[in-house]
């Protein structure tokens, strides 16, 4: 939801609070990403490797993070989620579909975050980005993912194939 709304469409939304739902994201976005910090510092604590060019950071944002394990949440939380979210270079957001984690630092993102963003846009994560982190398991996955993309693509290239193969002119179905 962070990346389709906005401040003008959202503000206020499904509440009479001034926060709206931004709030609650930034509280969630928060969790999500000191899970990620303490599920770093398991992986490693369990013989992981790390590797790329935010490692260092990334080694420190795991360093002293609380794991969040269900507890109840106070009104105060969100302030304290938007200093969290806030700490520039040392937040850790998970992005399973590019197979790595974010340690995100605005000024050296290349998936071009709005000025003031403290999240990076997960969907334009770009090879190259000084952000970058890998453990293990992301090594792990790509096997896994390339047969699937190699099964879609030759199942693409058999319905051109197939096309080639059948296709008429408009006069030859007349």
């Known amino acids: 939801m962070r990346t389709v709304l906005d401040a003008r469409t959202s503000t206020g939304y499904g509440t009479r609070s001034?926060?709206?739902?931004?709030?609650?994201?930034?509280v969630e976005t928060a969790l999500a990403a000191a899970d990620t910090a303490a599920r770093l510092r398991d992986q490693l604590a369990a013989g992981e490797r790390i590797s790329g060019p935010a490692a260092q950071r990334a080694l420190t944002a795991a360093a002293d993070v609380p794991r969040f394990e269900g507890r109840i949440v106070p009104r105060t939380f969100a302030a304290k989620a938007r200093a969290y979210l806030a700490r520039d270079g040392i937040v850790l957001f998970d992005n399973p579909d590019a197979l790595l984690i974010c340690a995100f630092k605005r000024d050296t993102a290349l998936c071009e975050p709005d000025p003031g963003a403290n999240t990076p846009r997960q969907y334009d994560c770009r090879p190259g980005c000084a952000n970058t982190v890998r453990i293990d398991t992301h090594a792990?996955?790509?096997?896994?993912?390339?047969?699937?993309?190699?099964?879609?693509?030759d199942r693409l290239r058999a319905a051109a194939n197939t096309h080639d193969s059948t296709a008429q002119t408009a006069e030859a179905l007349r």
């Not at 792990?140 to 693509?153: E, F, I, W, Y």
């Open 140 to 153: 792990r996955l790509p096997p896994p993912v390339g047969r699937r993309l190699r099964t879609n693509a």
């Open 18 to 26: 001034r926060g709206g739902i931004h709030t609650v994201l930034d």
